[in-house]
Structures are given as structure tokens and as C-alpha cells.
């Protein structure tokens, strides 16, 4: 059983569509962070949430924790090529907040 | 600084014999962190360590893997003996504790392993 779902597993776009993927959890977290991996890389970090209901925005890339502190949402607008990557979504859990908990991923692939 | 550097960045293998990946985390980070990922498991913990410490080795598989952490400065993840389900990419991650929750994991370019 995976605590962290995310959706949709694959998604395709052309440049300059918007495109929101989700991360969802029946936990609650402490505190949740988004890690962009590229192909032969491993994941960097895009951005922690730790309020519930907090929104944070990174350029193009607009991130909300929800307000159970459940599940979390990352939405880009205008995708570009650079953002082809795989997103992934960590949980921290009140008491053990070293082991993060990790989403399967969401695959976008951004064509020109 | 470098970043956290692992080796071999390719390893194959063949079934059972011993696999050794090496990790150098980010200087002055406290916090290495063994992971494996596959297409199916996604990205699993196998163990981490505080100051030289193993802390959680929880999600080690089996016996047949073992981690050390002689110093700061190294780790190294053995497989011995291995066999072709070890297939995976492995990564080392280090951090700096700031405030629980929040720290930033560091990763490595990792270690693809095969076990034909």
C-alpha cells in the first residue's frame, strides 16, 4: 500500500498548456516537499509545505498544502520543455520526520 | 562544494557476487540517507544515519545488505551475495539539520546497479 498517491501516473503536454498533478495521503503529514528528478539524476527539491492550506509559489510553479494537511497539489502554468521531468512528493510524519515518505511519481513529459 | 558524489556511477553483476556502492555526502552535512529505486517501488529508504550513526535500517531488504559509515566523510551500501532482484538505481542523499520537517535531502547521481 502506498501512503502517498500520486496522479495522474503519466501526462503528456504541448508548451504552454497548464497542467496540475496531485499527491494524496488518508496520513496526515507534518510537513510535505515536492522533488523534481531528471533522467540520470537524482530528485531536487522544488519546495516544502508545512501549514495547512499554505500556497507557495516558485516562478511558474504554484504549490498548496491542503487543509488537513492530507494531500498537496503542484500547478504549473505555461508549461515549457524544461519542465519535463519526474515530480515526486515526500511526507514527513510527526515523530519520525527524518523518513520521508514518498509518492510514487508523476512523469510529465512538456513537447516544444 | 562537489555535491554528494557516489561510485560506481554503473555497476553489473552477476548473481552472487558482492556488490560495494560508495557515497561522500556533502560536508558538514549530519544526516545519509540509502535509498533504491525501481519503476514498481518507486523510491524506498533503506537506511539512514545521524553523525555516523545508523538510525533506521528498517528498510534494509534482508540480510544481505549491510551499510557502514566509517566517518563523516563515506558510506558504503553491500550487497552480498546479490541477486538479479537487487536490480535498481541506489541513491545517497545527505542533509543539514535546520528544523525537523524541514530539511533539504541532497542527492547523488546514483548507482545503477544490474545483477544479470
Known amino acids: 500500500t502506498q501512503l502517498l498517491e500520486q496522479s495522474p501516473q503519466f501526462l503528456s503536454i504541448q508548451e504552454g498548456e497548464n497542467l496540475t498533478v496531485y499527491c494524496n495521503s488518508s496520513s496526515v503529514f507534518s510537513s510535505l516537499q515536492w522533488y523534481r528528478q531528471e533522467p540520470g539524476e537524482g530528485p531536487v527539491l522544488l519546495v516544502t509545505?508545512?501549514?495547512g492550506g499554505e500556497v507557495k509559489k516558485l516562478k511558474r510553479l504554484t504549490f498548496q498544502f491542503g487543509d488537513a494537511r492530507k494531500d498537496s497539489s503542484l500547478h504549473i502554468t505555461a508549461a515549457q520543455p524544461g519542465d519535463t521531468g519526474l515530480y515526486l512528493c515526500?511526507?514527513?510524519?510527526?515523530?519520525?520526520?527524518?523518513?520521508?515518505?514518498w509518492g510514487l511519481g508523476t512523469s510529465l513529459a512538456v513537447n516544444p | 562544494d562537489a555535491g554528494v558524489i557516489q561510485s560506481p556511477r554503473h555497476e553489473v553483476t552477476e548473481m552472487g557476487q558482492e556488490v560495494t556502492l560508495r557515497c561522500k555526502p556533502i560536508?558538514?552535512?549530519?544526516?545519509l540517507f540509502w535509498y533504491r529505486q525501481t519503476m514498481m517501488r518507486g523510491l524506498e529508504l533503506l537506511i539512514y544515519f545521524n553523525n555516523n550513526v545508523p538510525i533506521d535500517d528498517s528498510g534494509m531488504p534482508e540480510d544481505r545488505f549491510s551499510a557502514k559509515m566509517p566517518n563523516a566523510s563515506f558510506s558504503t551500501l553491500k550487497i552480498q551475495p546479490s541477486e538479479p532482484r537487487d536490480s535498481a538505481v541506489y541513491f545517497c542523499?545527505?542533509?543539514?539539520?535546520?528544523?525537523?520537517?524541514?530539511?533539504?535531502?541532497?542527492f547523488g547521481p546514483g548507482t545503477r546497479l544490474t545483477v544479470l
Open positions: 542523499a545527505s542533509s543539514l539539520t535546520i528544523l525537523a520537517g524541514l530539511d533539504e535531502q541532497f
Open positions: 515526500a511526507g514527513a510524519r510527526a515523530g519520525n520526520n527524518r523518513k520521508l515518505i
Open positions: 560536508s558538514g552535512h549530519d544526516y
Open positions: 509545505v508545512v501549514t
